[in-house]
């Protein structure tokens, strides 16, 4: 079982930059792909970026390509996000999965671990 909490979350302006982390406790993300996910109100959620642990592969939703980045460390995930703007206000969620037991990466259902979430706000 992997516990995952985010933090980082908060109101800010357009063109602000935030950083939101997801760690665990007592155990290491090591051979688990990682991705961060977002759901706004009234929306699905959405895939924004994942590292794919056993190709070292970045991959990033169009909307974020440029603006955003993950970074990892052996017990925590990093979603740093410049230039924000109002569209990418949402609840943002990190979420895990073993490198051999997923398939594709940006499906929400592919990850059986996730956190509680963590709320971005851009106003304009």
Known sequence: QVQLVE???????AG???RLSCTTSGQTL?????AWFRQAPGNEREFVLAHVWNTGARDYAESVKGR???SRDNANV???MNILNPEDTAVYYCAAAWFSEIDNYRL????PYWGQGTQVTVTS
Not at 30 to 34: A, C, E, R
Request: charged letters at 5%; zero cysteines.
């Open 7 to 13: 933090s980082g979350g908060g109101l800010v302006q």
């Open 68 to 70: 955003f980045t993950i």
């Open 108 to 111: 929400p259902t592919a990850y």
């Open 16 to 18: 602000d930059s935030l």
């Open 78 to 80: 990093y979603l740093q």
């Open 30 to 34: 090591n051979g688990y792909t990682m």
